[in-house]
């Protein structure tokens, strides 16, 4: 319960009365929360139809066994747990809408990679690559996108916001799953190679609106540091996933924390060097 407290968005909730109808209204009128809402559902459509395909992909287009796909999709879901964390990082410095942009970037990546390798010979190197990937991308997206969620909400109207939120984030989940099933019954690799291609730009769409994002001062972009630029979104964006994929600490580890909790560096001591 400690722990929960913690959690953004989780303050008391006013004593106000909030009628079914006024309350869904005023959360529907809410821009920065329905905007924010409107891209983690876009991107959501994709990361739940790729999940089903790059898992048909290996099935029936490269014929791996259930214990490899097993292993592969593993080794990636162990690689998104440390990875979180330096996703939650960034949130904290430059908001939830960069890191939901980053993996973007990373998911859109994968899935051309999906494509290439849809064409032609697939190393099994690769494979694993991809398979890796996407789930550290994933994990970055719902971290973000539940920390951005949370602080967005108002708490007086929590449990409007919440229906809001789980129902339209799960009709168009749904409606991947079967739009993706329907197209992949082809069976051929053009039907592979033209979905992989088709939800990549469909989440480069995804990426320009959310790069274009406001948000709440608690939620808002403080200004550039090592890993991030926001006057070089693109660029930006490639620092922060080569912070998020490089193994071992770094100096913007150290620099992301300071900044996040409002810390300055210490000056010097008085007393010590020429007055």
Known sequence: ????????????????????????????????LMGFLGCAVWMGF?????????????????????????LLTTFGNLLAVPASTRWRRIA?????????????????????????????????LAVAAVCALLPVAESGHYVA??????????????????????????????????AMGFWLRG????????????????????ILVCVRLRGPIADHNQGPSSVHDPARPVGGLVRVLAYVLRPGPSVA???????????TAPGPRQGSGNS
């Open 1 to 32: 319960m400690r722990a929960l407290r913690g959690v953004p968005g989780g303050g008391p909730a006013e004593h106000r009365t909030v009628t079914h109808a006024s309350g869904y209204g005023e959360v529907l009128r809410d821009r920065a």
């Open 46 to 70: 994709v990361y739940v139809g790729q999940g089903l395909l790059v898992l048909l992909f290996l099935r029936d287009q490269l014929l791996l066994g259930p214990g490899l796909i097993l």
């Open 92 to 124: 904290d410095r430059h908001g939830s809408a960069v890191v939901m942009a980053a993996a973007g970037l990373l998911t859109a990546g994968c899935l051309v990679a999906v494509a290439c390798l849809g064409c032609g010979h697939a190393p099994l």
């Open 145 to 178: 996108s539940s920390r951005g969620y949370m602080l967005r909400m108002k708490p007086e109207l929590r449990h409007v916001t919440n229906a809001v939120w789980s129902a339209c984030g799960a009709v168009p989940a749904g409606l991947s799953s079967v």
């Open 187 to 206: 069976g051929t690799t053009a039907h592979y190679v033209t979905a992989a291609l088709g939800y990549a730009l469909i989440m480069l769409g995804g």
């Open 253 to 263: 580890v150290i620099e992301l924390s300071a900044l996040a909790h409002g810390a």
